[in-house]
């Protein structure tokens, strides 16, 4: 992403800043994934929407006004030493060249810098809670410029939380992010699509997850935005079921729900279809209702509805669905009033989606749904989950799961669906099994 859109970003949140502020943004910190093995870093999705930094071990400063330059960023220095072992640090020079920091400090030296920073700043912008260990170190650092209020050094007088800001500003996607997320999109689309030709009985579960990851790295999408779910038969009714290692059975369903990461940005597609290839008239019946369903749903996903509505609409026919089945027994308004579905469909009809699959951004303002504005990207992937071994169920009906998921951009004429994978019926039946 060209530099100059983190720069619009960093003075959009200084400008609501003011002057006399300070907003302090630290990374990530380093996970251990075992003994002396580390996890894969990942930046901190806000510390990267500004920065566009994403090495570990950083610390960003946005100071406006200051004279020496607004943004200050903490990074490692280089250390051929360390390179050799780990590869290229950007360094003091990269971070002012590249990532175009004003100012740029060894992170060795954060204690010893940060407190002149704060001091005479009226206000700090932060978010606490999410890193603990770095709240101690900013309750000390206050405290150090308190012991320096008999020199004239004041304190500052409020702490706002940084979060509640940023999160506003990454709801509403500029132009780039949109085209970023496409791609993003894109490559996780042809993986299904993979693995829906790759699929049949017979083969394992992980077998199929390897497909697409196969698809997500060869596209340059080196990380998955969260776990794939591959669950076949009756593990789709298992809404998270990350296991993977059961064989797929002839007659079966195998449900998908993954998604690539691309610059830090997500996909997530979730899509149900045969292990043979050919749907059973009970799986097309439950199939036809949720893809029905989702179409309602998207279509509601326009400036100006609230967050709630295309939930609302999802609701509707898939009670309406489930009664003309036989699952359910009742006049659809009554059912849905008593949430009679929430036996089969208990999760919400989407999230919002960005640079977390479970994107930033309330969802409510005070008490009220959001309205939903050009810009904002969600996920619409409604669901039927008829759960095996319930007596009251009749028995053909059991073990279908089907979820049907896709990424909306609300567009400023109506909804725009940003992903593309095969989930016509007709489409489907011709894909799966075709691979060599």
Known sequence: MNPKEF???????????????????????????????????????????LTGFPEPESVAALVPGREQGEFVLFCRERDPEMEQWNGARAGLEGACDTYQADDAFP?????????????????????????????????????RVRQRARAGKSVPAE???????????????????????KQAMAITAR???RAMRACRPGKM???????????????????????????????????????NRDALKDGDLLLIDAGAELDCYAADITRTFPVNGKFTREQRAVYDIVLDAQEAAIDKVRPGNHWNEPHEAAV?????????????????????????????????????????VHDVGDYRIDGEWRVLEPGMVLT??????????????PKRWQGIGIRIEDDVLVGKDGPVVLTDAPKAVDDIEAIVGSGS
Not at 10 to 34: F, H, Y
Not at 219 to 227: K, L, V
Not at 325 to 338: A, D, E, M
């Open 7 to 49: 720069a619009r970003r960093r003075k959009r949140l200084m400008d609501v800043m003011g002057e006399q502020s300070i907003a302090i943004i630290p990374t990530a910190p380093v996970r251990q994934r075992n003994r002396d093995v580390e996890h894969t870093f990942r930046p901190d999705s806000d510390f990267y929407y």
């Open 107 to 143: 992170i060795s030296d954060l204690d010893d810098i940060l407190p002149g920073l704060l001091e005479n700043r009226a206000t700090v912008y932060y978010a606490m809670g999410y890193y603990p260990e770095f709240d101690q170190r900013m309750i000390r650092w206050v405290n």
């Open 159 to 181: 702490f706002v939380a940084l979060d509640q800001i940023v999160h506003d500003m990454r709801l509403v996607k500029s132009p780039a992010e949109v085209r970023t997320m």
């Open 191 to 193: 993986a299904h699509e």
């Open 205 to 243: 579960e992980y077998e199929i997850e390897a497909e697409l990851l196969y698809e997500f790295y060869r596209g340059g999408g080196r990380d998955c935005a969260y776990p794939p779910i591959v669950a076949g038969g009756a593990n789709a009714c298992v809404l998270h079921y990350v296991t």
């Open 316 to 356: 509707k026919v898939l009670t309406a669905g489930l009664a003309h089945l036989g699952l359910l027994k009742g006049r659809t308004r009554t059912l849905v009033s008593q949430e009679k579905y929430r036996k089969f469909y208990m999760h919400r009809t989407g999230h919002w989606l960005g640079m977390d």
């Open 380 to 393: 619409v992937e409604p669901g039927l989950y008829i759960s095996p071994g319930d007596r009251k169920t």
